[in-house]
């Protein structure tokens, strides 16, 4: 499970079609909000952080990486009846966080792949229960083991989701 360093000349930046830009968040927003319902162990699962993380580190750019993650997170917001900003807030941090890494690190293999989503998901859970408890006085509760356990569930649905996702790639 290597992660290596590379020059910013190594690393290889990729693109997504239009369609592919627009299908793959919306298809994550509409599994994540429809999923929970049907079947509430999938509540553990954050779909829509899923594809920011992938699309942020493909990208390698942290002004995109920023943008992808408040777009998805507003949009996250809009559909669970949440205060506007809570994900968007998040999503943002971690798109942003995701693509600067990206930028540095070469994290094309599953390893370094399951290692950078169990980072970038407590991250996002440290961030959205800071914002809601802290700004906007959510009643949440913090439970470490619960987190770790979503944390690593996250990242092994990640790693498969990155390796569909891959297909999708165009080179700059």
């Avoid at 590379?6 to 429809?34: D, G, K, M």
């Avoid at 900003?85 to 994290?107: C, P």
């Avoid at 989503?117 to 439970?143: D, P």
Wanted: glycine share 6%.
């Amino acid at each position: 499970m290597p992660i290596t360093y590379t020059s910013s000349e190594q690393v290889e930046v990729y693109r997504f079609s239009i369609p592919v830009t627009v299908i793959v968040p919306v298809t994550a927003l509409f599994l994540q909000a429809w999923l929970p319902r049907q079947f509430p162990f999938f509540s553990m699962f954050d779909l829509p952080l899923l594809v920011t993380i992938f699309f942020a580190v493909s990208r390698r750019n942290p002004i995109s990486g920023l943008l992808t993650g408040a777009a998805i997170g507003l949009f996250q917001d809009a559909l669970t009846g949440l205060p506007i900003g809570v994900n968007g807030v998040a999503k943002t941090f971690v798109g942003y966080l995701a693509s600067s890494l990206g930028v540095r690190l070469d994290v094309e293999n599953a390893g370094a792949r399951l290692l950078v989503t169990l980072v970038f998901y407590v991250i996002h859970e440290i961030v959205y229960f800071m914002v809601a408890r802290g700004m906007i006085a959510l009643s949440l509760q913090w439970s470490w083991k619960h987190e770790l356990g979503s944390a690593l569930a996250n990242a092994l649905v990640g790693v498969l989701l990155f390796f569909a996702l891959d297909r999708f790639k165009q080179r700059t």
